[in-house]
């Protein structure tokens, strides 16, 4: 038994569907029959206020903590985060082969460039986080089993903690398992995320938005300062991250949505996984359209015809039109 909190928290759904509805239900009721684990749902993770009461539960929230949600592991460990909702990444076990690979892959080149990265200096706690995608599969019993492991793995790691600080033995106490759930109405938003685990603290990003999403705090970090002032829909930012560490969860492209990429050895056509819209259009042509759509939108001059760098070879007819701009007419 638990001698330390254990939370299971699920986060909704923001559509009505009643398979995920039906789901949800389900996981819900497993998890409030395991003796010591709180449970806790919430309206959808990536939806919540910075004030609101579910991301101030979460964070009167100590020990280790699993999160079902309908947003991909990564996107949901670092929405977290901003919220600082902090710890370490827990292991789960509901990805295909193919998955694990491109893991592994990112993991040995996350470690060859770990110097870079922002979580270096600045590292989070060490309690397990284990983000659960629950569109990894539509049989509730594979959930369940998912739930047990981890639930078996944290009892594990708890009893051998208490064993090695007390030389005395006895039982720890019972636990009754605790069900609560939040009754918020948030709205749906658009912002990015971002993965500190991959975020080198380039600036590209605060130096490419033109809408003021970005700021620095007081270590000169890079982080998301006004998020709602991002435009619904524009991944833009995301494209143009050297590191691909900018996520937007509802996004539709995987990539962009927080899966699992290389990000090393750009083994695939990034172009084609980041879901540029025009045919032959690399990810900074796309990302500076997309940002002169948005400027555009709300009124302002686009800009790309000064920031898009171009590697095409001037023709005579180029170079005829150079010099009548530089006569005085």
């Known amino acids: 038994m638990f001698s330390i909190p254990f939370h299971m928290v699920l986060s909704q759904g923001q559509s009505r569907n009643p398979e995920k509805r039906e789901l949800e239900a389900a996981v819900i009721a497993f ?7 709180e449970v806790l749902s919430i309206p959808h993770l990536y939806d919540l206020a910075a004030d609101g009461e579910s991301v101030t539960t979460l964070k009167n929230c100590n020990g280790p903590i699993v999160v079902l949600s309908w947003l991909f592991p990564r996107a949901a460990h670092w929405v977290l985060d901003r919220s600082d909702v902090r710890g370490q990444y827990g292991e789960v076990l509901l990805s295909s082969e193919e998955q694990d690979d491109e893991e592994k892959d990112e993991k040995a080149d996350e470690e060859k460039e770990a110097q870079e990265r922002v979580t270096n200096s600045t590292p989070r706690p060490s309690r ?11 049989k509730a019993d594979i959930f369940f089993a998912e739930l047990e492991r981890i639930y078996q793995v944290e009892k594990e790691t708890a009893n051998s903690t208490s064993s090695q600080t007390s030389n005395e033995t006895h039982a ?3 636990t009754i398992p605790t069900l609560r759930q ?13 993965d500190y685990s991959r975020c080198t603290n ?11 999403v970005y700021g620095v705090d007081g270590a000169e970090t890079i982080l998301v300062e006004q998020p709602d002032n991002c435009r619904k829909g ?23 949505a927080g ?16 879901g540029a819209p025009e045919r032959n259009e690399d990810p900074a042509a796309a990302a ?18 000064t920031t898009v760098k171009t590697n095409k070879v001037k023709d005579d007819f180029d170079r005829l039109l150079d010099q009548l701009d530089q006569l005085d007419l």
Not at 128 to 138: A, E, F, Q
Not at 259 to 274: H, M, Q
């Open 31 to 37: 998890a409030g029959q395991i003796p010591g684990v």
């Open 128 to 138: 397990k986080i284990y983000c659960i995608d629950l569109r990894s599969d539509t």
């Open 172 to 174: 720890l106490p019972i």
């Open 182 to 194: 939040i009754e918020e109405h948030p709205t749906r938003r658009w912002y990015p995320v971002i």
């Open 202 to 212: 380039c600036m590209e990003c605060i130096d490419f938005c033109l809408f003021g």
């Open 234 to 256: 524009c991944p833009a930012c995301s494209r143009v991250c050297p590191a691909n560490a900018i996520m937007f969860p509802q996004h539709k492209t995987p990539a962009i």
């Open 259 to 274: 899966a699992e990429v290389d990000s090393g050895g750009f083994k695939i056509d990034l172009s084609k996984l980041f």
């Open 288 to 305: 500076a359209r997309e940002r002169d759509e948005q400027l555009i939108l709300a009124g302002r001059a686009m800009v790309s015809a």
